[in-house]
């Protein structure tokens, strides 16, 4: 079955410094996710990577997946206080990517912001 | 060795039906949820209870109980089964519970209950 590992598992960094998560996969990714878990609110999807290349940004927040699709990085530039909290993958375990398909889910990143 | 398991697995029903989902977790933790993944892959959290205590309750139909026997389990029943219902439904735990503005803890996730409404 596939598993995803996510590293470091904690992160500390000085605000304003950038960092990188990765999510490295035992399979084939075809679908994969980035979550952050939010006070209140659960899982909040940040996003999501399906082609082998593929670089995607939200504000300060960028996102590949390398061309071999086994590993994803998220990286944050500038890091800001509301940036820390902990980080999940999830990918779609067959290449259907049905909509109804389970993710799977790594263990998390915690990333501490230093003032 | 399954720190948090669900059961059943998949679960297919007909409209109308009243059924459960049940979650353990034996990592020792206070807090566990349930969360709801859209066709998206988006996960919304319906509820989750800290030492037995039911801490978050989200907007979702009266149908949906999460019930909660002792810490290491929160089952989910839900009555009158209507065909929007079909989703995927993960429980998850952390060892303790969300805190505004303090230390959050890791949720693990359980692997999933599809459910189908037929």
């Known amino acids: 079955s596939q598993e995803l590992e996510q590293s470091p598992q904690s992160l500390i960094v000085q605000e304003g410094k950038n960092l990188t998560i990765n999510c490295t996969s035992s399979k084939t990714l075809y679908g994969l996710y980035w979550y952050k878990q939010k006070y209140g609110e659960g899982l909040i999807f940040l996003m999501m990577?399906?082609?082998?290349?593929e670089e995607k940004s939200h504000e300060k927040i960028t996102a590949k997946l390398d061309e071999k699709k086994q590993q994803s990085s998220l990286h944050i530039t500038a890091s800001q206080p509301s940036h820390a909290g902990i980080y999940l993958c999830?990918?779609?375990?067959?290449?259907?990517?049905?909509?109804?398909?389970?993710?799977?889910f790594g263990k998390g990143t915690r990333l501490h912001i230093l003032p | 060795d399954t720190a948090v398991s669900q059961t059943p697995k998949y679960l297919v029903t007909q409209m109308g039906n009243d059924k459960s989902i049940k979650c353990e977790q034996n990592l020792g933790h206070d807090t566990m949820y349930w969360y709801k993944q859209d066709s998206k892959k988006f996960l919304k959290i319906m509820f989750s209870?800290?030492?037995?205590?039911?801490?978050i309750n989200e907007t979702v139909p009266n149908r949906f109980s999460p019930k909660s026997p002792d810490k290491a389990h929160l089952n989910l029943h839900i009555n009158s089964l209507e065909l929007g219902d079909s989703a995927v439904y993960f429980c998850a735990s952390s060892q303790g519970p969300f805190r505004a503005g303090g230390y959050q803890e890791t949720q693990y996730f359980g692997p999933g209950t599809r459910l189908l409404v037929l």
């Open positions: 999830g990918a779609d375990p067959t290449a259907q990517m049905n909509r109804d398909d389970k993710i799977i």
């Open positions: 990577l399906q082609k082998g290349g």
């Open positions: 209870y800290n030492n037995k205590e039911l801490i």
